[in-house]
Each structure stands twice: as structure tokens, then as C-alpha cells.
């Protein structure tokens, strides 16, 4: 395994933990909280935004657009059944969610489940370190790499590890503060 490869692998771990940030609700009106919502178009499961158009007129409200106004139910209904606790309101052109302010306890409980994300992530990030490690011992052994050979990739593979967790770790600090902000 190349140092590239686990540099590339860490750097997706990193991104993932940035989108799953992103779905949590903050408090203001954000277009990204409803990229985990799907809509049963046409008998097959389509995400939201290759549905309709998306726009925020204002810090508390989401403009849903559907390109096809047929869909318009459709994405009513997905938006409803979604686990976002929003409440849309349809007026036969497009949709509108009111992001309400959040509570003193809902934002605690937004702060755990960030933290939970990036937990996840970091986990992901020593999973390929564990990998890569594994890989380059592998090597050692079958002769392929002298040991001080592997000893540095090690510490190399580490100090990759190192700055993966704390760019996980910035993101973290980065979305409570969002969700703390009132």
C-alpha cells in the first residue's frame, strides 16, 4: 500500500465526517440538511436535489423548487416520513420549511450527535491506519522491505493518522460552535 493511497483514503474518511456534519441542523436554514432525504420517484429511490431546486430566501426558511410539479406530493411526503422533524407546507408551486430555533436541549443533543460523527470518522481514519500498518509489516516479513524501511513507513503511515484526527477533530470544534451560536 502506498503512502498516497492511505493519504487519499483518510482524506475521504475526513470528507465523509464533513457531510454527515453537514446534515445536522444548526439552527438557520441550510440547503445541505436535506441532502440525506430521498423521494420514491417513479418507483425508483432519487435524491432530493436532482428533483427540485433548492434555495434559502432567509435565515429560517427552505424554498423547495421540483422541476416536475407532479413530484410536488412526492417530495412533500419524503421531506415528512424523513427523520429532519420538519413540517413542510405546500402551496401548489413549492415548498416551504420553517427551520424553527432550536432549544437549549436540542442543541446538547445536536452537540452529541456531531461529536458521534466524528467519533465515526476518526474511527474510519485508524481502521486505514491499522490497514496500512498491517500491509507494510506484510512486507517486512516477505522481505520486500529492510525493517528500518518499515519502521519509517510506520511512523510516516502515524503522523498521517495524527493529522487526520485533528483536522476531525477542528471540523468537531468548528459545528458545535455553530450549533451552540444562538
Known amino acids: 500500500m502506498k503512502l498516497a493511497d492511505v493519504e487519499d483514503h483518510?482524506?475521504?474518511?475526513?470528507?465523509?465526517?464533513?457531510?454527515a456534519f453537514n446534515t445536522i441542523r444548526t439552527g438557520?436554514?441550510?440547503?445541505?440538511?436535506?441532502?440525506?432525504?430521498?423521494?420514491?420517484?417513479?418507483?425508483?429511490?432519487?435524491?432530493?436535489?436532482?428533483?427540485?431546486n433548492i434555495s434559502t430566501?432567509?435565515?429560517?426558511?427552505?424554498?423547495?423548487?421540483?422541476?416536475?410539479?407532479?413530484?410536488?406530493?412526492?417530495?412533500?411526503?419524503?421531506?415528512?416520513?424523513?427523520?429532519?422533524?420538519l413540517t413542510p407546507s405546500n402551496d401548489g408551486v413549492v415548498i416551504r420549511l420553517n427551520i424553527p430555533p432550536l432549544t437549549s436541549?436540542?442543541?446538547?443533543?445536536?452537540?452529541?450527535?456531531?461529536?458521534?460523527?466524528?467519533?465515526?470518522?476518526?474511527?474510519?481514519?485508524?481502521?486505514?491506519?491499522?490497514?496500512?500498518?498491517?500491509s507494510v509489516r506484510k512486507q517486512e516479513k516477505a522481505g520486500e522491505l529492510s525493517e528500518d524501511q518499515s519502521k519509517d513507513l510506520q511512523d510516516k503511515i502515524q503522523k498521517l493518522t495524527d493529522k487526520y484526527t485533528v483536522k476531525i477533530e477542528e471540523l468537531l470544534a468548528e459545528k458545535e460552535k455553530d450549533i451552540t451560536t444562538v
Open 10 to 19: 483518510m482524506s475521504k474518511s475526513v470528507e465523509a465526517t464533513q457531510r
Open 28 to 52: 438557520r436554514a441550510n440547503p445541505s440538511l436535506l441532502d440525506k432525504v430521498t423521494v420514491e420517484y417513479y418507483g425508483a429511490p432519487t435524491p432530493l436535489k436532482s428533483l427540485a
Open 57 to 85: 430566501p432567509d435565515a429560517s426558511t427552505i424554498v423547495i423548487q421540483p422541476f416536475d410539479k407532479g413530484s410536488l406530493n412526492l417530495i412533500e411526503k419524503a421531506i415528512s416520513m424523513s427523520d429532519l422533524g
Open 105 to 134: 436541549d436540542r442543541r446538547k443533543e445536536l452537540v452529541k450527535l456531531a461529536a458521534k460523527y466524528a467519533e465515526e470518522g476518526k474511527v474510519s481514519v485508524r481502521n486505514i491506519r491499522r490497514d496500512a500498518v498491517d
